[in-house]
């Protein structure tokens, strides 16, 4: 059974700082999804990474896939206030029908 | 564009009541989905549909039943609401195998309250 772990649960950051959220999953994929939800709101997707060595970006925000550690990255350069959001990442399971959820980050940024 | 239209935003029920929760899509998807939200829990699978016409368990069905009605809507019921299925349910849909990579499309959610 596919399971998936984020970490850090809870980042508060000060503006400016750079930070990592990691994400580990336990059987093989090759789909990883990045996405992110702002308070009483709905799931707004960031990043699809579909191989190993992915690697997108998006202003502040940079995604990874390493399909061998079974683990990707969400990298945040110079966190700005309006960064601050819960972040998930998600992982195709069973013949790729199925998204697998980590617990999120909730990412606090601080001026 | 709508995309994906849950019904009803809100609801607040009493122990034992039931009702349906209301999803549809017009993307033409074959895929849809019913998660639930809960602090700390991530999202968790409770029935999914990969084509109209089945449905199939996820990681926390217990309590719910759904209906692929057609192409466009799968609904989600609770036959009789207990307090641990107060949470924040979402619909989804995907082209998972229609399309490179695919993505998972959600609704604005259903907040439920069973009293």
């Known amino acids: 059974e596919l399971k998936v772990e984020q970490n850090p649960l809870f980042l508060s950051m000060q503006e400016g700082k750079n930070y990592t959220i990691y994400c580990n999953y336990s059987?093989?994929?090759?789909?990883l999804y990045w996405y992110r939800q702002d308070p009483g709101k709905s799931l707004e997707s960031l990043f699809v990474?579909?191989?190993?060595?992915a690697v997108k970006q998006e202003g502040r925000l940079m995604a990874s896939l390493d399909t061998k550690a079974r683990l990707s990255t969400l990298h945040i350069t110079a966190a700005v206030h309006d960064l601050s959001a819960t972040y998930f990442c998600?992982?195709?399971?069973?013949?790729?029908?199925?998204?697998?959820f980590g617990a999120g980050t909730i990412l606090r940024v601080k001026s | 564009n709508a995309g994906v239209t849950q019904t009803p935003k809100f609801q607040v029920l009493k122990t034992g009541q039931s009702m349906t929760l209301q999803c549809a899509q017009d993307m033409n998807h074959n895929s849809m989905y019913w998660y639930r939200q809960d602090p700390g829990m991530g999202l968790r699978l409770i029935y999914y549909?990969?084509?109209?016409?089945?449905?199939d368990k996820g990681e926390v069905p217990n309590g719910y039943n759904v209906s692929r009605l057609n192409k466009r809507e799968f609904s989600l019921r609770l036959e009789s609401a207990a307090p641990s299925q107060t949470s924040v349910y979402f619909c989804?849909?995907?082209?998972?195998?229609?399309?490179?990579?695919?993505?998972?499309?959600f609704g604005e959610g259903s907040r439920l309250t069973v009293l």
């Open positions: 990474l579909l191989s190993n060595g």
């Open positions: 998600a992982v195709v399971a069973e013949y790729g029908n199925k998204l697998v």
């Open positions: 989804a849909s995907s082209d998972f195998g229609e399309a490179v990579g695919g993505e998972l499309f």
């Open positions: 549909s990969a084509s109209e016409g089945t449905t």
């Open positions: 059987t093989t994929s090759d789909r």
